[in-house]
């Protein structure tokens, strides 16, 4: 067992963890973090996707010691203490059906927003390439993103 401190969501957490353990395993089995999901545990779908020190990362494939001394976000940190306004795209644009690829989605789309916030459509599908959907065809999560871009920028022009 290892102690391990790091920052999750802007809180100090400290804790004992088998080395052996995924950072995905510690999120949602000992602390209760139920965004990132388990659809792969290869690292291909998306679905456990978090921020790690501002990056995303696939948290199936992060060891627990490998978070030691970091900042870790969820899509719970993210959303404090409402939804953020490419969230809400996400709602408007009816982008999932069954939700389970949507935290690793809107992590990956606000990865993207915050690296270019003024995308192409092309540059929106690469951004969110790396994150499967079984449900929705990608066309609302891609609209949503677009639409997001296009009323920041909007938005921006008015002021």
């Not at 963890?17 to 949602?28: M, V």
């Not at 996707?49 to 948290?59: H, I, Y």
């Not at 306004?85 to 809107?106: E, I, R």
Request: some cysteine; charged content about 20%.
């Amino acid at each position: 067992m290892n102690k391990i401190e790091f920052m999750l969501n802007g809180e100090k957490i400290e804790v004992w963890a088998n080395a052996h353990k995924t950072l995905l395993e510690l999120l949602r089995e000992d602390l209760g973090i139920k965004s990132p999901k388990c659809g792969c545990d290869l690292g291909d779908c998306g679905a456990c996707t978090v921020f790690l020190d501002g990056k995303s990362v696939r948290s199936c494939l992060i060891l627990v010691p490998e978070v030691n001394g970091c900042d870790v976000v969820t899509l719970e940190g993210i959303m404090r203490p409402n939804l953020t306004k490419l969230q809400q795209f996400f709602l408007d644009h009816n982008s999932f059906q069954c939700g389970f690829c949507a935290p690793g989605m809107v992590l990956s789309a606000t990865e993207l927003l915050q690296k270019n916030p003024t995308p192409t459509l092309e540059e929106i599908k690469e951004g969110l390439s790396g994150n499967l959907c079984r449900c929705t065809g990608y066309t609302p999560i891609i609209n949503a993103v677009a639409d997001a871009v296009a009323t920041t920028v909007a938005t921006t022009i008015n002021e």
